[in-house]
Nanobody
Framework: QVQLVESGGDLVQPGGSLRLSCAASGFSVEDYYIGWFRQVPGTEREGVSC???????IYADSVKGRFTISRDTAKNMMFLQMNNLKPEDTAIYYC?????????????????????WGKGTLVTVSS
């Protein structure tokens, strides 16, 4: 069955870096539309970065130039490299995947919904 397990969240100072990892099982990260989302309690979940059905990388404007999404098909993992972290990046980060229809329209933005989610890993950016 599909499972996603995030790791790598930590407390980091502003300007610092973290690399989040997501171990996938039950599917190939090459075959599914995958991405990273984040959520602060009391706020709406935000799509941070995705890899589209055509292999394009997508980034929210708030993280563009600072975050990099990648995948390793041999390890069946996905990653989010986060550089120049800001306090507003503080959130629970979730990796997610989906294989639904019409994903081709999401070449410039992450889908509003995904089928499979990890349990999240906390990133705290604070001095």
């Amino acid at each position: 069955q599909v499972q996603l397990v995030e790791s790598g969240g930590d407390l980091v100072q502003p300007g610092g870096s973290l690399r989040l990892s997501c171990a996938a099982s039950g599917f190939s990260v090459e075959d599914y539309y995958i991405g990273w989302f984040r959520q602060v309690p009391g706020t709406e979940r935000e799509g941070v970065s995705c890899i589209s059905a055509r292999g394009s990388t997508i980034y929210a404007d708030s993280v563009k130039g600072r975050f990099t999404i990648s995948r390793d098909t041999a390890k069946n993992m996905m990653f989010l490299q986060m550089n120049n972290l800001k306090p507003e990046d503080t959130a629970i980060y979730y990796c997610a995947a989906t294989s639904g229809r019409n994903l081709g329209v999401y070449e410039n933005r992450c889908p509003p919904a995904m089928d499979y989610w990890g349990k999240g890993t906390l990133v705290t950016v604070s001095s």
